[in-house]
């Protein structure tokens, strides 16, 4: 018969690993567990969000704002009743959005979105 070819040649038995790279790669962003997290995290820090720039409203002019929390267990929706003083919105008329995550759900933390002090929250507004 033939000659075997070299086993470097023979596909190696299961998936290949390059099939499970891509899809991996194709993720935008994966989030850290919460108390892993809150490990490097802990105490207060320091929240950036984005404001948009709102016509004819004085507080939304597209700054940036940087809201100091006691902690990053603080909840989504603590943050927005935080900004409500400084853009003028009451927190049912916010969203949040964090890049790769996309709107940010009030009930849950800061943390559990790996809301450091170098990531920066879009605000935006809803429609009534």
Do not use: W
Not at 14 to 26: M, S, Y
């Amino acid at each position: 018969g033939l000659p075997q070819p070299p086993a470097a040649a023979r596909p190696a038995p299961g998936p290949p690993d390059d099939d499970v790279a891509p899809k991996r790669a194709r993720l935008e962003f994966v989030l850290r567990p919460e108390d892993e997290f809150l490990a490097e995290y802990d105490g207060p820090s320091k929240v950036r969000v984005q404001c948009p720039e709102v016509e004819g409203s004085d507080k939304l002019v597209g700054q940036m704002l940087e809201v100091e929390v006691a902690s990053l267990r603080d909840t989504v929706g603590h943050l927005k009743s935080r900004l409500e003083g400084v853009t003028g919105l009451t927190a049912n008329k916010m969203k949040l959005n964090r890049e790769g995550v996309g709107f940010l759900r009030d009930e849950l933390t800061l943390a559990h979105y790996n809301i450091s002090p170098d990531v920066i929250l879009v605000l935006g507004t809803k429609k009534k």
